[in-house]
């Protein structure tokens, strides 16, 4: 077979082997289909797994790396000139790293699921879920046009629901599930008006694959049809990308959508493990990168500025969580903070990079706290942990490699370091370029270098706190401690082939994919992305150097072992330093979330209540009042009605009934009882027929 | 021959009967006495019977060319007729006078209307 179909052939093999075992699944009984699922969704996944390695290996060997892209007439669009509404899809080097990334962590999240699951009463319904999560996002992956993917993204958002909810018999879940469909409905929002935006200019031709010669054409010659060029932006345009980058907060969590995913951790921590890393939340960044060909100079200051208010706020939550999972979970705010400020300050290559080397570190931690949770019979809250590391070795050395990882850690004094290093340090460099090209900023331009880099140390600090918490020092729960025990291997493999993963991911070719990626995306139509282009060699590995890494490497260093050492006997040292005057205060905003969920319950939930109670009013004295008054109508004519009965049609019969009586009252009076007068009567009218038929037959002739 | 005066015709039953019918009708109305009254109805039955012997005798024999017995036939159910409503009659007077311990007539107006 010819490579470049083989390489389809794969893709769409990887795509619908999830949606296989998913319905297989969901389709089947529990007596049929119950312990089985697991194995069965896991073997499915691995089957595309090795589908999409083959798919990578062969697009390795390409000469003509221009994207694949297949388009299968679906609905005709007349008029248009696409002229068809088209199922396909869409393969470039970019696509084809994060398929190996996604369906390779979602095999992992599977098998360590049969471990996590066992014993659930809906066992087999987690893995037709989770399988038909991660076709959604490889349907997301793989579609060719915004509209395609907007349909994969809706799936993403219902199968998360599902998820997130699992356990809806608990209200936390119940909760949770609701509160991240909605606010990536929010979000979607912005997504469906970027996307009008776009239709009102494009018409059908939005309908074309998402690729240059497709519908990025179609907007350049939208742009220069109105006396604009790619140079010189139209407003809408910037708006476009605005928008549609707003579904991308809702979904990759940024702020001020973001409250969902800590929240998201009520589900099962496989889902966790998957949400945060392969699927969902990656699904934003990788929309963003789609349609990075139209983002304008604007809607980039837009996405950078989101993406390093969230990096910097979530970092501050971190710091202070003491439930394992939410620490977490604000560590993947502020990494995906990482990645949508890369994407805005042009380090594209790194910022996806970073995607896929956070994906394998982050899944690895959640998978490592979940077996925690798994030991520790689901307590959460690491103020009960310690020195787990001596039960769960294996656990305990997945979770410090990979925080290695996600603290960037080098070799001091040299640029040889773990992969979260080499994604981090290229974004850090890009945000540099960017803070310096932004000369319209004036010094403000410098926080879009200052705020990732000490967030970087920060980083290092908090991982370095849950992992001393968790694993080193005394127990601090005797019971708990006596009970833990390490998990079993459908639970530990996943972690330490994660956590390898975690090791050697800058070995493999992914970056070097995503940098071919970048010209066909960013290539010579989008010459007019200035700060991309003052960067230069942002994406250069040789701009390491350009970087204080000397510092760096010497600074994770110094936060990993002040974090060790303050946390490793406990909370003591924190609460001491909780206490001061002034930082109790910052402790206590940073616990409560800076208050986004309060916020947003004085706001939207207020808003909505007053507008509630406004239709109510409304409601009981308009509504009600027009009910009432045909009510009241009604009644008056009933009493005219009434009126017309009781005096004309009553007062007939009683009428008659009344000549009757008094008809009755004239007659009775010859009623007198008395023989002697009725003889008379007899006689007197007797004498009179007699002398009326006398007088007739004598009159007559 | 006799005296043209004394040539009785069916005129002088007429009268006669009249006079008797007159008799009674007066008789049935002034008298509060039931017994009275029952007397006063045999004088007007007894008319009756009179009117039909007489014009058996003058009217229906003449037509018929010889002697009939129709009207003397209905004279004898007559006066059986009238031993009968005397009976009846006496009866009724029997048990008005239980009722009303009267037989005074112009007592019994239960019937008013």
């Known amino acids: 077979m010819e490579p470049r179909q083989l390489i389809e052939t794969l893709a769409v093999a990887a795509l619908f082997a999830p949606l296989f075992s998913a319905a297989c699944i969901i389709l089947a009984t529990r007596r049929v289909m119950f312990k089985s699922a697991g194995v069965l969704a896991t073997g499915v996944m691995a089957g595309g797994f090795v589908c999409s390695v083959v798919a990578l290996v062969t697009w390795l060997g390409l000469d003509d790396t221009s994207p694949i892209v297949t388009n299968i007439g679906w609905i005709p669009i007349p008029g248009s000139e696409a002229g068809w509404l088209y199922l396909g899809v869409l393969i470039d080097s970019l696509t084809v790293a994060i398929l190996a990334m996604v369906t390779g962590i979602s095999m992992l999240v599977h098998l360590y699921s049969i471990g996590y699951m066992d014993g659930d009463p809906r066992y087999n319904r987690f893995f037709g879920y989770l399988s038909l999560f991660t076709f959604s996002m490889l349907g997301i992956v793989l579609a060719n046009s915004l509209l395609m993917l907007f349909v994969f993204w809706e799936l993403v958002g219902l199968t998360s629901y599902l998820l997130i909810g699992f356990w809806f018999e608990k209200r936390g879940p119940q909760l949770a599930c609701k509160k991240a469909f909605v606010m990536n409905r929010i979000g979607d929002m912005g997504f469906l008006v970027g996307f009008g935006i776009l239709f009102a200019k494009l018409g059908g031709n939005i309908l074309l694959p998402a690729v240059h010669g497709g519908m990025f054409d179609a907007i350049r010659a939208a742009v220069e049809a109105e006396g604009y060029s790619m140079a010189n932006p139209p407003m809408w345009l910037t708006m476009a990308g605005i928008g549609v980058f707003f579904g991308a907060i809702g979904k990759s969590a940024q702020f001020p959508l973001h409250t969902w995913l800590p929240d998201a951790m009520e589900g099962p921590t496989p889902v966790s493990s998957i949400v945060h890393s392969a699927t969902m939340v990656a699904a934003g960044v990788y929309l963003t990168a789609r349609i990075y060909p139209i983002l304008t100079p604007g809607a980039h200051l837009f996405i950078a500025t989101i993406g390093l208010i969230t990096l910097v706020m979530a970092a501050c939550m971190a710091l202070v969580m003491t439930d394992i999972k939410r620490v977490l979970a604000y560590s993947t705010l502020s990494q995906l903070g990482y990645m949508v400020l890369g994407l805005g300050a042009g380090a594209y290559s790194f910022a996806l990079f970073h995607l896929i080397t956070h994906a394998f570190f982050k899944c690895c931690l959640f998978q490592c706290s979940g077996s925690v949770i798994h030991a520790a019979h689901h307590q959460q809250d690491m103020r009960y942990y310690g020195g787990l590391g001596r039960k769960m070795p294996i656990t305990m050395i997945c979770y410090g490699i990979c925080t290695l990882a996600i603290a960037g850690a080098s070799l001091p004094f040299t640029s040889i370091g773990i992969s979260g290093f080499y994604s981090k340090d290229g974004i850090i460099a890009g945000t540099v370029n960017y803070g310096v090209a932004m000369q319209s900023l004036g010094s403000w331009g410098n926080l879009f270098w200052i705020g990732p880099t000490v967030v970087a140390y920060i980083t290092v600090f908090y991982m370095a706190r849950s992992f001393a918490l968790t694993f080193l020092g005394e127990p601090r729960d005797k019971h708990l401690h006596e009970h833990a025990h390490e998990v079993p291997w459908t639970m530990t493999l996943p972690q330490v082939c994660l956590a390898i993963m975690a090791v050697i991911a800058a070995t493999l070719p992914f970056l070097k994919l995503i940098e071919v990626s970048e010209p066909a995306i960013g290539g010579e139509a989008v010459a007019w992305m200035q700060p991309t282009e003052a960067l230069g060699d942002a994406h250069n590995p040789g701009m390491h150097a350009t970087h204080a890494y000397l510092l760096h490497g010497l600074g994770w260093i110094i936060m990993l072992v002040l974090g060790v050492v303050m946390y490793r006997p406990g909370m003591k040292y924190a609460e001491k330093i909780a206490a001061i005057p002034g930082i109790n205060l910052l402790y206590h905003w940073a616990h409560n979330k800076f208050f986004f969920d309060e916020l947003y319950d004085t706001i939207a939930v207020g808003v909505c209540k007053l507008a509630a109670t406004i239709i109510a009013l409304i409601d009981k004295y308009l509504v009600d009042g027009m009910v009432n008054l045909a009510g009241w109508v009604t009644r008056q004519l009933a009493d005219a009605v009434g009126l017309f009965d009781q005096r004309v049609v009553d007062g007939a019969v009683n009428g008659a009934a009344a000549m009757a009586t008094s008809g009755g009252q004239i007659l009775r009076s010859t009623q007198t009882g008395r023989v002697r007068a009725y003889v008379l009567f007899l006689f007197a009218s007797a004498t009179v027929v007699t002398l009326v038929v006398v007088t007739v037959v004598l009159v007559s002739p | ?113």
């Not at chain 2, 006669?16 to 006495?33: D, H, P």
């Not at chain 2, 009976?87 to 048990?95: D, E, Q, R, T």
């Open chain 2, 1 to 113: 021959m006799t005296h043209p005066a004394l040539d009785i015709g069916l005129t002088h039953y007429l009268l006669v009967t009249t006079t008797l019918v007159a008799a009674g009708i007066a008789t049935i109305l002034t008298k509060r006495n039931a017994i009275g009254i029952l007397i006063g109805v045999e004088l007007v039955l007894n008319a009756a019977a009179i009117n039909l012997v007489a014009y058996n005798h003058f009217a229906w024999s003449a037509g018929k060319g010889g002697p009939a017995i129709e009207g003397v036939m209905f004279t004898a159910f007559i006066i059986v007729l009238a031993a009968a409503e005397a009976a009846v009659a006496l009866a009724i007077v029997l048990n008005y006078y239980n009722n009303f311990s009267s037989v005074d007539v112009d007592q019994a107006d239960s019937l008013s209307g």
